[in-house]
């Protein structure tokens, strides 16, 4: 999981009610360090590997009511809003997992074991979110999952070059097969037919799952579901800027600007005054045509 997954989607933003900002702050610290363990500095994976066994360890301290021995400043704030807010720890430990798969798996044979990885690498961060406001049905729970393994999806798809250069491939190996897409044509940035076909599967994949998930936020009351609408559509209007740059990921990372961001905010007043998403997902069919 990349750093700017958290980067693009701020999870404390404005929006979020007062209450709610400081504990989502702690939540969003510990994915960023473990993202830097995980991702940053010229560890060897021996060292990254044992310094996220060192994390586990100050989470087994948070459950068991003792101070931790690594990041002691963090895991005292951690343990603060886990008591205060009831929150599980499950989601963190999934969180380690994933990092600790991430320093070894670069590749992906299948969709399937992409949406695995996101399970324990995206979703806890819902799952979460979800606890805090005191929501973590199974409905919603679901539609989380599918939001922020979308959100992943599309992180992956605005770093591919990105994470070409650090060794890892996230496009699934079926997916590159049956478009005719090799390693090669990554390495050297080629954008044809097949590349572009190849994008506007997993482009469409990423936003039917945003499509599915999308209800979570007109269910979610308040300003924790104004601001989910704010992701929702944030993702969505990237996945845009990718078509629109005709799935061109090489030459500069996809990203929202300044006439993106009010395309976003319109359509999240809209979505959240309407009470509906309004958006419908085009079929995978009909964008590899």
Not at 102 to 118: G, Q
Not at 234 to 244: P, Y
Not at 247 to 270: G, K, S
Request: aromatic share 8%; charged share 25%.
């Amino acid at each position: 999981m990349e750093p700017d997954h958290y980067d693009d989607f701020p999870v404390a933003s404005v929006l979020l009610p007062k209450a709610l900002r400081a504990p989502v702050g702690v939540i969003y610290h510990v994915a960023r360090t473990l993202d830097d363990i995980a991702d940053e500095g010229d560890w060897l994976p021996e060292e990254r590997h044992r310094r996220l066994a060192d994390f586990r360890d100050g989470l087994d301290a948070v459950a068991q009511g003792r101070p931790a021995p690594v990041h002691p400043t963090l895991f005292a704030k951690l343990a603060g809003v886990v008591r205060t807010r009831r929150l599980p720890l499950e989601p963190f430990y999934d969180l380690v997992a994933a990092f600790d798969q991430d320093v070894d798996t670069t590749r992906y044979a299948d969709h399937f074991e992409l949406l695995d990885f996101c399970h324990r690498s995206a979703n806890p961060v819902g799952h979460l979110m979800l606890h805090l406001i005191d929501a973590a049905t199974p409905e919603n729970l679901a539609d989380s999952d599918a939001i922020c393994t979308a959100l992943q999806l599309i992180t992956f798809l605005q770093d591919v070059s990105a994470d070409w250069h650090r060794g890892r491939v996230y496009l699934p190996l079926a997916d590159r097969e049956r478009f005719n897409v090799t390693e090669a044509q990554i390495a050297a940035g080629v954008v044809d037919k097949s590349w572009r076909a190849l994008m506007a599967n997993e482009v469409a994949r990423a936003r039917a799952l945003m499509l599915s998930g999308a209800p979570l936020a007109l269910r979610v009351p308040g300003r924790f579901g104004l601001e989910l609408c704010s992701v929702v559509h944030g993702g969505l209007r990237l996945l845009e800027v990718i078509e629109r740059n005709g799935y061109d990921v090489f030459r500069a990372r996809p990203a929202l600007r300044f006439t993106d961001w009010a395309v976003v905010l319109m359509r999240t007043a809209t979505m959240w005054l309407s009470r509906r998403v309004g958006v419908r997902a085009p079929s995978i069919e009909s964008n590899n045509a």
